[in-house]
């Protein structure tokens, strides 16, 4: 951020001490879309001036509902799921959501972590001990749900922070789009006009059509 509005500075400046030129306008339309159309008295620069405030606020309301509802499945595992206090993983999260709790017990994530185990090494107890030991998850990361019930609410919660997620990779394409049109019709505008010349002329008693096109 900080770096941001040292780049926006320099091009304040430069603005104050030369003319607009076509690369100007081209970076102040990148920095903040509709800047050039408003300094250009192109009034629809205001509309993408309007949208840039618009979803950058967006962007900051999906993060920071996010974060609460995050903070609330946090919660309600400790309370409906007897979870440790601590910090997890998403990983971790995600075997909370699914599984009824973390022991050996039927619906339990350990006891899928032994079945697989089973299938994976059928003859090699061995191994499947091994596998078991570095996937199980041990006393420090035990959780029961009360009830199913619960278990599905928790997974409520969660998903509906994760769409709040999904809202703000949304609105951060679209803040990309915004940039990039307003960059595309600033080059748009102030392109050069298109020249072609056309001369005619006699060489060896030939008649010559010449057409000079530049782009």
């Known amino acids: 951020m900080k770096r ?75 309370k409906f799921a007897h979870l440790n ?9 995600k075997q909370l959501a699914r599984y009824e709790s973390s022991g050996f017990d039927a619906g339990g994530y350990n006891n899928w972590v032994r079945q697989t185990a089973m299938n994976l090494y059928p003859d090699d107890p061995e191994s499947q001990q091994q596998y078991i030991n570095e996937n199980a998850y041990g006393n420090d990361k035990y959780w029961y749900w009360d009830s199913s019930n619960h278990r599905s609410e928790y997974n409520k919660i969660r998903n509906r922070s994760m769409d709040y997620d999904n809202y703000a990779l949304v609105a951060g394409g679209i803040l990309i789009l915004n940039h990039l049109v307003s960059t595309i019709d600033v080059l748009r505008w102030t392109a050069p006009p298109k020249k072609a010349n056309l001369s005619f002329n006699l060489q060896d008693k030939t008649p010559i059509i010449q057409l000079n096109y530049h782009w």
């Open 85 to 93: 206090p601590d910090g997890y993983s998403d990983e971790f999260y």
């Open 4 to 78: 941001f509005g040292i780049f926006l500075l320099i091009i304040l400046l430069s603005t104050s001490l030369f003319a607009q030129s076509r690369g100007i306008l081209t970076l102040k339309s990148f920095a903040v879309p509709g800047w050039s159309q408003i300094s250009s008295n192109r009034n629809y620069g205001y509309a993408m001036l309007t949208a840039e405030a618009v979803i950058i606020g967006s962007i900051y309301y999906f993060h920071s509902e996010s974060k609460i509802l995050e903070q609330e499945c946090y919660e309600y595992a400790i």
